[in-house]
């Protein structure tokens, strides 16, 4: 028995793994397609990663860009958590976000600081970073940023009252006749004033998201190019805030359904027009820097990675 309960006529292995209550082929649909947002975003950040790590920089992105996209994944979850009623793979999909989120801002600390002052006796060291005293200063509020919002993620996590029902429910030793104390699924208990936070958490969140494309978009004009960008980021990232906001759309019931779900529907599909622009901004800039190209990277004599066009 799962910890939660649906009507009859549910699918079952839904219900069983994953918490929710689907009924009928278009509710099932809506499932698959945001299962598959889900897929996505595990492998959204990957493209950047690893083209971080073979440049060795991470220079091309925004530490604004960074910074306010995991501000806004703390925010979503402690938003899911708080109203309750988002779908236990969106709370864990969360949690997921910023490990990512800390170890992205892990590598743009790490290549554009450490890394660089490990190099900058090297005879194959290209160029020390302008403006070195704003960029650590820079750093500092990002370290500041990430335990900030690791602190807050894990007291959201800990202080769920979802806690105190996993431990009331695993007295019940799965017992049948004991179904009815189970909640229905996806159905807050939260109080009032939780639920009200959780959303304005919502709110909060569709912002961050929102501004972290602006400052990308601010710095790739700063810069007049997108090099060093893993344009697959920006691609995945659009497929999968595409998916999520239609699995939402699908199974939206009600007008207050909507309203309770409108803050991640605007997280989701309003950073996609933004995201696009980037990717417009990669085939105005062009995708590949002829001056790029003969530039060694910090420490390796090697040609910098460029994009294909």
């Known amino acids: 028995m799962s910890p939660c309960s649906c009507e009859e006529g549910n699918v079952v292995w839904v219900q069983k793994y994953f918490l929710d209550c689907v009924y009928g082929s278009w509710e099932l649909v809506a499932f698959l397609v945001g299962m598959s947002s889900i897929v996505l975003w595990m492998a959204a950040q990957a493209p950047q990663l690893l083209k971080n790590y073979r440049n060795k920089s991470a220079e091309a992105l925004s530490v604004w860009f960074l910074l306010q996209w995991l501000m806004g994944d703390t925010c979503n979850l402690a938003g899911c958590i708080l109203t309750g009623s988002q779908l236990p793979t969106e709370t864990y999909t969360a949690i997921y976000f910023i490990c990512a989120d800390a ?33 650590w200063k820079t750093s500092v509020a990002a370290t500041a940023a990430a335990g900030a919002a690791a602190s807050v993620g894990v007291i959201c996590l800990f202080t769920s009252p979802t806690r105190t029902l996993s431990k009331l429910q695993s007295l019940t030793l799965f017992r049948d006749d004991l179904q009815e104390a189970y909640p229905p699924c996806g159905h807050s208990y939260r109080p009032e004033g939780l639920i009200i936070l959780g959303n304005w958490c919502g709110w909060i969140s569709s912002v961050f998201y929102l501004f972290s494309r602006v400052s990308q978009i601010a710095k790739n004009m700063r810069r007049k190019s997108v090099v060093g960008l893993a344009l697959g980021m920006f691609m995945t990232a659009v497929a999968a805030n ?20 409108f803050p991640w529907l605007l997280g989701s599909l309003g950073t996609v027009s933004l995201d696009m622009t980037i990717l417009l901004q990669s085939k105005v800039y062009g995708s590949v820097d002829d001056s790029d190209a003969t530039q060694p990277l910090v420490g390796d004599g090697q040609p910098q990675e460029t994009d294909g066009p």
């Open 103 to 135: 170890v992205i801002l892990a590598q743009y600390l790490y290549y554009n600081h450490l890394y660089q002052r490990r190099y900058a006796g090297s005879s194959d060291y290209h160029e020390l970073p302008r403006e070195t005293g704003r960029r």
């Open 242 to 261: 595409l998916t999520y906001g239609v699995s939402i759309l699908l199974r939206v019931q009600s007008g207050e359904d909507f309203i309770s779900k």
